[in-house]
């Protein structure tokens, strides 16, 4: 049975339990501010289901993630930075990047940061609505372990690879395009396989070319390299695979070659002797300050008019509404405002073990 826990009850279990693994309060904070941002725009296989098996299991039992993040600006230029995470907590390399970026953007005009040794961020998206925030275009991407198979592969070679734009408007909710370059991302299937759902046909091909759809399998096959994910446009390139393939590579080359780090299958997480490693990710951060080019309000009443004549154009039958980047993710805030967090009984399960684990003082909802 599906509960819901309040956005502010969901933030602070975050960050006590972040806070009993080794991380910083004000680190703590940032990593939980992250993954409730992640819940409340309905983006939940990035939230709280992900505490568990990507920072929590990270840290304590794997050992391949440090909490305490050492921030390390390795080259620093004018208008642009390379950072050394040092594998600490990827929430808090990226906000400080981003925050570095827009500093820079505020001084000449853009800014771009990347960063090398990192670790998962969290959702994409939250970054480049830093800098929207502050009257700018934002831009974010990050490679990951190796996913995505190039068109007319089927061995997984990229990340998911999010390649991400921030537009502010006039509207109450900015342009964000928050999502991966594969067809479906692997927190995705961690949701259908908590929930015991098949994947969607299509969506994961397998070393024999055929589709698979058993999720918990996947999820196993991804690791072993028996499946990999299709891109964006699916199996070739018919349907246009091939550009979701050249848009992973694009985030991948970003990520990887201006700050000379891992690529690829170097971002497996395992050793030759498969012994697991840090993840030692790269991400890159890109801010534009608006007045620059024009006054930021005329700009966000242009872009705000664009995506209004996009939603008002005509639908297909049967079609109630169209939808514009980042509108889905505001309903989702105004639906769960009263509501809160959904948590499903696996996802209870991983609360009720970190809770037990760390020995933290909490009687959940869903446990009366």
């Not at 693994?21 to 904070?29: C, F, L, Q």
């Not at 853009?110 to 502050?134: D, E, F, W």
């Not at 007045?291 to 008002?312: E, M, S, V, Y």
Request: glycine residues 10%; hydrophobic residues 35%.
């Amino acid at each position: 049975m599906i509960h819901h826990i309040a956005f502010d009850s969901m933030e602070k279990f975050m960050i006590d339990v972040f806070k009993s693994i080794g991380v910083p309060e004000k680190d703590a904070e940032i990593c939980a501010d992250v993954l409730i941002t992640s819940d409340k725009r309905g983006i939940d296989s990035h939230g709280i289901g992900r505490l568990k098996p990507i920072y929590y299991d990270r840290i304590v039992h794997h050992k391949v993630q440090q909490p305490v993040t050492r921030f390390e600006i390795v080259r620093d230029h004018l208008s642009t930075a390379v950072v050394d995470g040092h594998h600490g907590m990827g929430m808090v390399i990226a906000k400080k990047c981003m925050e570095l970026a827009i500093e820079k953007a505020k001084q000449h005009g853009m800014g771009m940061v990347v960063a090398r040794n990192s670790t998962h961020y969290g959702i994409a998206g939250y970054y480049p609505l830093m800098a929207c925030k502050q009257n700018m275009i934002g831009v974010s991407g990050t490679n990951a372990r190796p996913s995505i198979a190039p068109t007319f592969g089927v061995e997984n070679m990229l990340g998911t690879n999010p390649l991400v734009f921030g537009f502010p408007t006039d509207e109450p909710f900015d342009f964000v395009n928050d999502y991966a370059t594969s067809v479906i991302q692997r927190g995705k299937i961690e949701q259908y396989a908590r929930e015991g759902k098949a994947c969607p046909e299509g969506l994961i091909i397998g070393r024999d070319g055929k589709s698979k759809t058993d999720s918990k399998q996947i999820l196993d096959d991804l690791v072993k390299g028996e499946a990999a994910l299709t891109p964006i446009g699916g199996i070739g390139e018919e349907t246009g695979g091939y550009k979701g393939y050249g848009f992973a590579t694009v985030t991948e080359i970003l990520s990887a070659a201006l700050q000379q780090g891992a690529f690829l299958h170097q971002l497996s997480g395992l050793d030759r002797n498969g012994n697991k490693i840090p993840y030692s990710l790269g991400h890159f951060f890109i801010a534009i300050d608006i007045q620059c080019f024009c006054d930021p309000a005329d700009f966000r009443k242009t872009t705000g008019d664009i995506l209004r004549a996009l939603r008002a154009s005509e639908k297909a039958p049967g079609a109630e509404q169209i939808y514009t980047c980042g509108q889905k993710e505001y309903l989702a805030g105004l639906a769960r405002a009263d509501s809160g967090v959904p948590v499903n009984e696996a996802l209870q399960k991983d609360m009720i073990t970190m809770r037990n684990e760390l020995g933290l003082d909490y009687t959940f909802t869903f446990e009366g």
